[in-house]
């Protein structure tokens, strides 16, 4: 997840899908990685319940949607 | 990464434009617009416009959410930043968008502390982590980002963290659309509808551009290959009079969209009386600000802010780049005076704006034309 000179993606309006590799319901968080391999934490509030392994949309730091099609790899 | 490999193949680019221009009708010239700059961005990037017939046109839209900022906004986020205490944090693009007197990043230079983030939840970890700092997020975005502006001030009362607060300059997309489709300047035929703000809003919201407007619009993914077969459904619909709104991404978009990302929203933000987009004036009922439940946290009721109206500059043409009655090189100082080095217009700041996009990727096309 990179906001560098080339592209903001936040600013993008970019979805990145992001696997979850790890959840803290307690917090509402879940630490996620992207395909560039960077792990952010992400808020799952709109889109919980989830499970470590679901991949999830994430734009700005919150998960936006869970994608649920089972060819969608990251 | 299954799903973006096969949305960026090739081979199915080159099919879908030999369908494409099978499905265009001889001799009329089609207009679409693309709403999001995201999709501008792609578009460039991946020379979709080259695969296209002639007598079908792509029309960059409003939807960055970077160019649509008035200059008087980056002044009021200015101010803010140079208040004593003030911790100012921004998404990164936010920082090179001039306003009247510079940009967040040469404030910075001057001394003021702005601080470039990816989320409003780092900006909350900037506040906890500096108790003794007033620590402001200036929030920018259509749908797709005020999810995450929201969950953050929830979080932040819920974490009694009082030293936060948001200057919010968060804008809706169906009312720029609207005022738009008003405008007597275009003529438009269809619309690539914007991707991710519809996975929050849903496709429903869309829907008027079919009642009241007659004009097809197709919810569109972000790669290639998505928007070549978006722009194909829009011919098809052309090509049988029928004007409705289609959903190809649905492998993200769920017609309804997040609802609950839509209570979140309703409790925090209520909607302005009318609000300032660059190049396209006041429009009613299109900004958010925070509801008056969340008054504490909001920055605009927090410092003082000036609040003046500035007038984009004689030479930018953003406006019209925006409203997408001129091409991005037809503008008096697209790439001499304005450039993404040094942009005098918004458009040209961020690589989602058809400025940008264009003069990072497209000018080269134009060129390869001409000679």
């Not at chain 2, 968008?97 to 001057?110: D, F, H, N, R, Y």
């Not at chain 2, 609207?178 to 438009?188: E, F, M, T, V």
């Not at chain 2, 439940?293 to 003082?304: K, M």
Request: negative net charge.
């Amino acid at each position: 997840m990179s906001c560098d000179d080339a592209h903001c993606i936040t600013c993008g309006d970019d979805g990145e899908p992001e696997r979850v590799l790890a959840i803290d319901e307690a917090r509402g968080l879940a630490l996620c990685q992207g395909q560039d391999g960077a792990r952010e934490s992400v808020e799952i509030a709109l889109v919980a319940p989830l499970t470590v392994g679901d991949t999830v949309l994430v734009h700005a730091g919150t998960a936006l949607a869970r994608l649920t099609d089972a060819d969608v790899v990251v | 990464m299954r799903y973006v490999d096969e949305f960026r193949d090739a081979a199915l680019g080159r099919a879908l434009a030999g369908e494409i221009l099978g499905a265009v009708e001889p001799g009329r010239h089609v207009k679409v617009m693309e709403v999001c700059g995201g999709h501008t961005h792609s578009i460039y990037k991946y020379g979709v416009d080259d695969l296209l017939p002639e007598n079908v046109e792509l029309v960059h839209g409003p939807g960055c959410p970077v160019c649509v900022i008035p200059m008087g906004r980056v002044d009021d986020g200015i101010a803010i930043a140079r208040e004593p205490g003030v911790i100012l944090t921004c998404f990164g693009d936010m920082m090179r968008v001039p306003g009247s007197t510079g940009t967040l990043l040469e404030a910075k230079a001057q001394g003021a502390d702005v601080r470039m983030v990816y989320s409003p939840l780092d900006a909350l970890r900037i506040a906890k982590a500096n108790p003794d700092r007033e620590v402001v997020f200036f929030a920018i975005g259509f749908e797709t980002t005020a999810p995450s502006t929201a969950l953050t001030l929830k979080r932040a009362r819920a974490e009694g963290v009082t030293n936060f607060s948001c200057f919010c300059n968060h804008v809706t997309i169906v009312p720029p659309l609207r005022a738009l489709l008003d405008s007597p300047d275009l003529r438009l035929d269809g619309f690539i509808g914007p991707g991710h703000v519809c996975t929050v809003v849903g496709a429903r919201p869309l829907e008027f551009i079919c009642a009241d407007y007659s004009k097809p619009v197709v919810v569109s993914g972000f790669e290639p290959v998505d928007i070549l077969q978006s722009v194909l459904m829009i011919l098809r619909q052309l090509a049988d009079g029928r004007s409705a709104v289609e959903n190809q991404y649905r492998r993200v978009v769920p017609y309804e969209g997040n609802l609950r990302a839509l209570e979140v929203m309703a409790e925090v933000f209520a909607l302005r009386p009318h609000f300032e987009w660059r190049g396209l004036g006041f429009i009613s009922h299109s900004g958010l600000k925070l509801s008056d439940d969340y008054a504490e946290l909001d920055a605009e009721r927090r410092f003082a802010v000036p609040g003046v109206r500035v007038a984009d500059p004689k030479a930018c043409q953003c406006g019209e780049v925006l409203k997408g009655v001129i091409k991005p090189f037809e503008c008096k100082v697209f790439g001499s005076a304005c450039t993404p080095e040094r942009p005098i217009g918004t458009c040209m700041v961020s690589s989602e704006g058809a400025c940008a996009a264009y003069y990072n990727y497209g000018r080269f096309a134009r060129e390869r034309v001409v000679v």
